[in-house]
């Protein structure tokens, strides 16, 4: 074995935390692509693995050599810092060499997480990521940008959103290549975009109407509440609209450059590329 547990050669089991997320479908892809043995693992999987239930972990870990970890929903809510850590020592004990972690850029819930994983032992890298062009395209900001308007409790506060492909060029790069154990990469796209300009270059690559209107948090939770959302969802949209855009995540990193040797990818043409296979497209 290397002293970089990732220069391991051979038949190394990679276990995938969130196999079908946005990112751990794009790490496992690349993954398989280049041969590795890779092990998803989710509340769907056989066995599942459950971030709400940790009797599962040790199948989950079972003559695995390195992981890729993305936690649910959020490292910012309640007990992630302890789920991290649990699943850390438990990591240790089974011998997993490399541990590489999804973290939320400017989430000081997110860095005690951080601060676990590097305290228990096994090797790590850290990926510490801006928000994903794909909150537009596969996530929660899709619904409102297929029906036309997206309402958001955001105003002209810039974010640097990055490509989920460039977190998964990075992950891969980590769990593969020598030189990216004990590092934290932050990780930004090359731009600072507000919310209104992103549905902007929707609507025109798309070219549809799409509008973006800004509420109050206080009247959006209420529309959540009448919605029936889960208080605890609730909480952490809350927790993201007020404390990660307030401002403080207004700058961009050269954390993909450190770690791929490459600038990431702008957000105009990630949005032409989505806009091509249709996701966008309006109500039929
Ligand atoms: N979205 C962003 O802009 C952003 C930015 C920075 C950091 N992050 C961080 O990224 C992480 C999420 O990664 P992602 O966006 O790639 O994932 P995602 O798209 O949210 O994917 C969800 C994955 O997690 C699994 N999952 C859901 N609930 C689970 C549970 N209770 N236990 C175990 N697995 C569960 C799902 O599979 P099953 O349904 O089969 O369980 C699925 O594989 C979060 O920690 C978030 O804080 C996100």
Same mark, same amino acid.
């Given at each position: 074995?290397?002293?970089?547990?990732?220069?391991?050669? !051979?038949?190394?089991?990679?276990?995938?935390? *969130? *196999?079908?997320?946005?990112?751990?479908?794009?790490?496992?892809?690349r993954?398989m =692509?280049?041969?590795?043995?890779?092990?998803?693992? %989710?509340?769907?999987?056989?066995p599942?693995?459950?971030?709400?239930?940790?009797?599962?972990?040790?199948?989950?870990?079972?003559?695995?050599?390195?992981a890729? @970890?993305?936690?649910q929903?959020?490292?910012?809510?309640?007990?992630a810092?302890?789920?991290?850590?649990?699943?850390?020592?438990?990591? =240790?004990?089974? !011998?997993?060499?490399?541990? @590489?972690?999804? %973290?939320?850029?400017?989430?000081?819930?997110?860095?005690?997480?951080?601060?676990a994983?590097?305290?228990?032992?096994? !090797?790590?890298?850290?990926?510490?990521?801006s928000?994903?062009?794909?909150?537009?395209?596969?996530?929660f900001?899709?619904?409102?940008?297929?029906?036309?308007e997206?309402?958001?409790?955001?105003?002209?506060?810039?974010?640097?959103?990055?490509?989920?492909?460039?977190?998964?060029? @990075?992950?891969?790069? =980590?769990?593969?290549?020598?030189?990216?154990? *004990?590092?934290?990469?932050e990780?930004?796209?090359?731009?600072?975009?507000?919310?209104?300009?992103? @549905?902007?270059?929707?609507?025109?690559?798309?070219?549809?109407?799409?509008?973006?209107?800004?509420?109050?948090?206080?009247?959006?939770?209420?529309?959540?509440?009448? =919605?029936q959302?889960?208080?605890?969802?609730?909480?952490?949209?809350?927790?993201?609209?007020t404390?990660?855009?307030d401002?403080?995540?207004?700058?961009?990193?050269?954390?993909?450059?450190?770690?791929?040797?490459?600038?990431?990818?702008?957000?105009?043409d990630?949005?032409?590329?989505?806009a091509?296979?249709?996701?966008?497209?309006?109500?039929?």
């Amino acid at each position: 074995m290397s002293i970089n547990g990732s220069e391991m050669m !051979g038949s190394e089991t990679i276990l995938i935390l *969130g *196999g079908s997320g946005k990112t751990g479908r794009r790490v496992a892809e690349r993954l398989m =692509a280049k041969g590795k043995d890779v092990r998803l693992a %989710s509340r769907s999987t056989v066995p599942a693995f459950d971030w709400t239930d940790s009797s599962g972990w040790a199948a989950a870990l079972d003559g695995v050599d390195a992981a890729y @970890v993305s936690y649910q929903p959020d490292l910012a809510v309640p007990g992630a810092v302890e789920a991290i850590g649990t699943l850390c020592r438990l990591a =240790a004990e089974k !011998g997993v060499k490399h541990l @590489v972690l999804l %973290s939320g850029r400017g989430e000081d819930e997110a860095q005690a997480a951080e601060e676990a994983l590097k305290q228990c032992g096994v !090797g790590y890298t850290i990926i510490s990521a801006s928000w994903f062009f794909q909150n537009f395209s596969e996530a929660f900001l899709l619904d409102g940008i297929q029906a036309g308007e997206l309402i958001l409790p955001v105003g002209e506060v810039k974010e640097p959103f990055i490509d989920a492909d460039d977190i998964a060029d @990075v992950a891969v790069a =980590a769990l593969t290549e020598p030189g990216h154990m *004990g590092k934290t990469y932050e990780v930004t796209g090359p731009r600072l975009i507000t919310f209104g300009e992103a @549905v902007a270059d929707i609507a025109r690559q798309t070219a549809r109407d799409i509008r973006f209107t800004t509420v109050d948090i206080g009247d959006y939770v209420a529309l959540l509440e009448e =919605a029936q959302i889960p208080a605890d969802y609730i909480w952490l949209i809350r927790y993201l609209f007020t404390s990660v855009l307030d401002g403080r995540n207004e700058s961009m990193t050269n954390g993909v450059a450190q770690a791929l040797g490459r600038q990431p990818r702008d957000f105009t043409d990630f949005v032409r590329a989505a806009a091509a296979t249709g996701v966008w497209e309006g109500p039929k």
